[in-house]
């Protein structure tokens, strides 16, 4: 009854839709054009407390030829894991997932792409006809809920326009790379209808060699993109947006090798892909001049296959009284989610509290599916498993005026989870729990240059199910962490706005630490069997700081820095399957202690800009079942580009020096029967010295 008088409510205001536009002129607005949507109320990045990157459109006009993890890995304190022709899992001050095989997973970090939720489907994510991309660190317990107890990274398309906007760009670069894309936008009907539809292919052979194979793209990049967006004014009064999304990734795997390198023997190399749809509609309806109703529909389905070479080698590339095996392992998932939201905002008639206090209310429901077939050498049938999980939540949130400087805000979020489980190996586990996030902060606007700020949050993160039966019984489920966050921070501007920054320290503490594990064991045949699985830390803590920093030398020349510091630790930690390895009061994986990103843009002549940035990131853990660690590293970037009227050309180079470095390990591992199956460390490179030439056209 509750899910069909939501579905109602949302009909109605999608029929009956205002939008209202607030646009302030004053100076310090022009000299501050970014705008953050991610909270409730739209903002001006200087005036928004929380931890907050914004890449903005100038930013990311140079960068569609760049992965998307890349682009958000140079934020601070923001990390990704690969293990596959991506990278899948983002971390935020060290929270975030790094893989998925046999168990079901719910997300640390959302993922929020033109209002559609795709926390769990990043792989066909890019970075073209891309406005905006907001990086939310910390709990945003209150406005995401579940999946936004790490944070929340908010990619925003290009917009449809009134006037005619065309965009076509071009790439080929080194490894085979070639890249297309085209957008298009404008008016469809006078005063009444705006679209805009994007395209963009993007292939490349990869950076792996397959030597048995002879080929050289084994690990390829093989990705389609496509968005259309609709903005319909049924009335002078009334508006609809309408966004449709089509992905089709169709990469290969194989990435791990017995010496670490790019030269693979794999005789049956794997398959990353995935197939999406999806569509979201968001409207907004004027119930009176004290508020009005924002609702949005949005719905995915989503079809993926991880599948890789399990032995790294081929059937009589060793001697059979070394005891080789061939082993391949493919995982086939299908997931479907439905959100729907609605929410009452205040308008500043509507204000209450003596005209003090801004307020906002909502429910939200949430429905997926996921549904997996694993097909395995070792398996007698493919494993199949059936995961469902429902949400109900109702939030609020008000802002209230102290006084002309202070603002006090207040934010609370009760969220009602359930979520079954069955597999073929006749485990059913169902959950049922309430849970609660919120936030309690103070802004204090010293003046329109500076703005202090301090944030109380609680995040939440639901427990789940570990699938495979080999695992102990105490170590088949585990339970919902918590996350208490305390961030404060200072947004300062100087010398009429050329000089901007962002300051943040954050001190968080988790209980009941979701921590991902893995037990190795040895087959008959000598092989290792690797099973995953989350468990419950009593308890971890991090802290660190957060600094951006811009400065605008002159009209020709700009600075910048991005650097994040991060301490994190498990407090208190008991692996229900205990290892050689007391990682009490050690690093989580995935937490390198700094990371940075520094540069500077140079208008070389009236047509030319050159740019360089050096990309740092600290050492750190692959895994917390093992000592094994990455390499710090750092990598030299730069670009040249060249302007005339419409036309934009770029020559760049990514990793010039060609480092070293690793985005993936697994360590204590035996995998080469060449050495007896001798336990060691194996790596997934990180990208080499990549080059190549944008040209775009611009109407």
């Excluded at 990869?206 to 690990?219: A, S």
């Excluded at 079954?420 to 190996?425: F, I």
């Amino acid at each position: 009854m509750k899910s069909t008088t939501l579905t109602l409510s949302i009909m109605a205001s999608i029929a009956i839709v205002n939008t209202s536009a607030f646009a302030e002129t004053t100076t310090k607005n022009q000299l501050d054009p970014i705008v953050v949507s991610s909270d409730f109320r739209e903002k001006r990045l200087s005036q928004t407390s929380n931890s907050i990157t914004v890449i903005g459109e100038e930013e990311i006009y140079d960068k569609a030829s760049e992965n998307f993890e890349n682009v958000i890995g140079k934020t601070p304190n923001v990390n990704f894991t690969s293990g596959a022709s991506r990278a899948h899992y983002i971390q935020i001050r060290g929270i975030g997932e790094r893989s998925q095989f046999k168990s079901p997973v719910n997300p640390s970090v959302g993922l929020m792409v033109d209002g559609i939720d795709m926390s769990q489907s990043a792989l066909g994510l890019t970075m073209f006809d891309v406005q905006q991309v907001e990086v939310l660190k910390g709990p945003q317990g209150t406005t995401f809920g579940a999946n936004g107890m790490a944070g929340v990274i908010n990619l925003q398309s290009n917009e449809p326009s009134e006037e005619t906007q065309a965009h076509i760009e071009a790439t080929v670069g080194n490894y085979n790379t070639k890249a297309l894309g085209a957008a298009l936008g404008g008016t469809l009907i006078e005063d009444k209808l705006q679209g805009r539809v994007s395209v963009y292919k993007n292939e490349s052979d990869g950076f792996t060699k397959n030597t048995f194979l002879n080929r050289e793209d084994t690990n390829n990049i093989d990705e389609l993109t496509a968005k259309a967006q609709l903005r319909w004014f049924a009335t002078e009064d009334h508006t609809i947006d309408l966004n449709l999304m089509h992905v089709d990734v169709d990469n290969g795997y194989d990435a791990f090798t017995f010496d670490n390198s790019r030269d693979s023997h794999a005789d049956q190399p794997g398959t990353d892909s995935q197939k999406t749809d999806a569509f979201s509609v968001k409207a907004s309806s004027q119930i009176n001049p004290q508020m009005h109703l924002e609702s949005k529909l949005s719905h995915s389905r989503s079809d993926m296959e991880y599948s890789y070479d399990e032995d790294w080698s081929y059937v009589g590339e060793f001697d059979d009284a070394l005891y080789p095996y061939s082993s391949f392992d493919q995982y086939l998932r299908e997931r479907k989610q439905t959100d729907m939201d609605v929410r009452l905002v205040s308008d500043e008639d509507g204000t209450i509290f003596n005209n003090s206090t801004d307020w906002t209310v909502g429910v939200y429901i949430k429905n997926q599916t996921e549904n997996l077939t694993r097909n395995y050498t070792y398996l007698d049938a493919p494993f199949t498993s059936d995961y469902r999980t429902s949400t109900q939540a109702i939030y609020g949130q008000m802002d209230s005026a102290l006084n002309d400087k202070l603002t006090l805000i207040t934010g609370l979020r009760v969220e009602k989870w359930e979520a079954k489980y069955a597999d073929s190996d006749g485990v059913n586990i169902d959950t049922d729990e309430v849970l609660a996030g919120g936030k309690v902060g103070l802004n204090y606007q010293q003046n329109d240059d500076t703005l202090f700020y301090t944030t109380l949050s609680k995040g939440y993160k639901p427990g789940g199910v570990n699938a495979d039966n080999s695992l102990s019984a105490e170590a088949r489920d585990y339970e919902t962490e918590t996350l208490w966050n305390l961030d404060t921070g200072i947004n300062s501007s100087y010398l009429d706005n050329t000089l901007t920054s962002r300051f943040n320290v954050f001190y968080g503490e988790r209980r009941d630490q979701q921590v991902k594990s893995s037990v190795v064991q040895i087959r008959d045949d000598g092989s290792t069997d690797y099973t995953d699985y989350l468990a419950n830390a009593a308890k971890g803590s991090y802290y660190g700081v957060e600094s951006e920093l811009n400065y605008y030398f002159n009209d020709n020349l700009h600075f910048f820095s991005n650097i994040g510091l991060l301490k994190a630790k498990f407090d208190d930690y008991t692996d229900p399957n205990p290892t050689s390895v007391d990682v009490n009061g050690r690093a989580p994986a995935q937490s390198p202690s700094y990371q940075y990103n520094i540069g500077a843009d140079l208008m070389i002549a009236d047509a030319w800009t050159a740019k360089a940035n050096l990309e740092g990131r600290g050492s750190y853990y692959f895994s917390n079942r093992h000592n094994a660690k990455s390499d710090a590293y750092k990598l030299v970037n730069s670009s040249l580009e060249y302007n005339n009227n419409n036309w934009t050309a770029t020559l760049w180079g990514r990793n010039l020096t060609d480092a070293d470095y690793q985005v993936r390990g697994f360590g204590s591992f035996g995998n080469n029967p060449g050495n007896g199956y001798t336990r060691e460390l194996y790596t997934q490179q990180g990208n080499p010295r990549t080059f190549g030439l944008t040209v775009g056209y611009d109407y």
